[in-house]
């Protein structure tokens, strides 16, 4: 799932040691605590043991992120957290119920007022997978010879005895393990459980660098995630189980990038599975993509032509400017030149501005790869979707197809799904988190019903 723009907070280091008297001398602190700054909401998990090291991790579901490491320190009745990079930290105090930690945020220059609450309980995921499976499901490796990388996933296949049709599962942008975990969801156990269960074998695997995959994210980019997709796409292939000539790749977001890199060339999949996918062109997509989010907030015109503005003023220096440090220069006088304070917001985002990944996806022109597109496709995505709008990009996706000529092509909006593909009330990223649907059945049968139908053809 794409997150082209990103919330500046970061990891941190310890402020400190606090005795063994203090740390049993009051309630523990373990549990989830939520707190909003503004539009944003998170969540901070705090282990406090009787004994032994105090750990914390943060999740900023508006930007996707989930288990950033904090550490923090809790001497009497306060309590702190610092992030590093940037410089930021939270101090608080609890209430007299233990039920609140009262405080501040502070990030560079600014100050913000913040409370956190203590949660319920764990949300209800009553989707996730749970053994004994109806199927056969393997860890494994494969290696992606071009890039010098070994992947680890998971492999499900079907009871009975095949041979079966198969698909991999490609996730979106970011670090990304095989279940694509986020805000406690599973989407791709959801979704690889629901097809092996209905006949089709499933490949999911972490990303390069995360989980049991070898290699980094680092300065990569969609076209490497391709030679990923075109590596698990053989190993598929070369499995007893799957059918040979039905063997499929499914691409989630910018998974789906990622998923027509690959059915352009040799050896390209035997059917395409695309979900929410971009296909305008990178620096508009990005566009859409503010002034959906701005819609959520606001439906003043002045606000939105602002809005729309900025960001191609801020796409157009990037494109324009190959030298990284000279499009940071040029970045910061723009948004000073509007904003001291706007400016300051942004400086922790510049490296994520001018970093290979971005720039790849400010530049793709799905136009011209979605035509080498041959192979069945269905492509898939919610009305209500912020990230990659629906009705934009499936359109855009029928005219590149249809410009290449595949006679093939299911499109489909879904109403009322988000970018998540769950079922939503508003399709914004802070809800992710608080739906107890993982992914919709009905999305779940579409899919499995149409590869079912293409591997009988």
Known sequence: MPTFTRLFLTAAALLGFTSAQAQTARP???????????????????????????????????????????????????????????????VGRRSADSQQLIGEWQQGPRTFPLTLSRGTGVAKRPQTPKAPFPYRATDVTFRNEKAGVTLAGTYTVPAGKGPFPAVALLTGSGPEDRNESAFGHQPFAV????????????????????????????????????????????????????????????????????????????????????????????????????????????????????????????????????????????????????????????EPQLPLLTSPDYRHLLADRPAQTLPKV????????????????????????????????????????????????????TGAVEEYGTIEETFSPAALQLIGDWIAQHSRK
């Not at 996707?64 to 957290?81: R, W």
């Not at 796409?315 to 400016?343: F, G, M, W």
């Not at 359109?395 to 988000?418: F, H, M, S, W, Y």
């Open 191 to 346: 979704l690889a459980d629901y097809l092996s269960r209905h006949g089709v074998a499933v490949l999911r695997f972490d990303d390069r660098g995360v989980g049991q995959s070898g290699g980094t994210l680092q300065g990569a980019t969609s076209a490497d995630y391709t030679t990923d997709a075109q590596a698990a796409l053989a190993w598929l292939r070369a499995q007893p189980a799957v059918q040979k000539n039905h063997a499929g790749l499914l691409g989630h977001s910018q998974g789906g990038t990622a998923a027509i890199g690959a059915a352009g060339q040799a050896s390209g999949p035997d059917f395409l599975v695309l979900l929410a996918a971009p296909a305008l062109p990178g620096n508009e997509l990005i566009v859409q993509q503010s002034l959906a989010l701005a819609r959520l907030q606001t439906s003043d015109a002045a606000q939105l032509a602002a809005t729309e503005k900025m960001q191609r003023a801020m796409t157009e220096i990037i494109q324009q400017t190959p030298d990284d440090a000279q499009a940071k220069t040029k970045l910061r006088a723009y948004y000073t030149a509007i904003s001291p304070q706007l400016a300051a917001q942004v």
């Open 374 to 425: 041959h192979c069945p496709v269905l492509a898939l995505g919610g009305s209500k979707d912020v990230q990659v709008p629906a009705a934009l990009n499936l359109a855009a996706t029928a005219a590149g197809l249809k410009a290449g000529n595949n006679r093939d092509v299911t499109i489909k909006e879904l109403p009322g799904l988000n970018h998540l593909f769950q079922t939503a009330a």
């Open 28 to 90: 523990s602190l373990t549990g989830d605590w939520t707190g909003t700054i503004g539009p944003i909401g998170f969540t901070i998990h705090l282990t406090d043991p009787a004994a032994g090291p105090r750990m914390a991790s943060l999740d900023i579901p508006a930007q996707q992120a989930k288990g950033l490491p904090l550490q923090f320190t809790a001497p009497g009745d306060s309590v702190y957290l610092r992030l590093g990079q940037p410089a930021a930290r939270f």
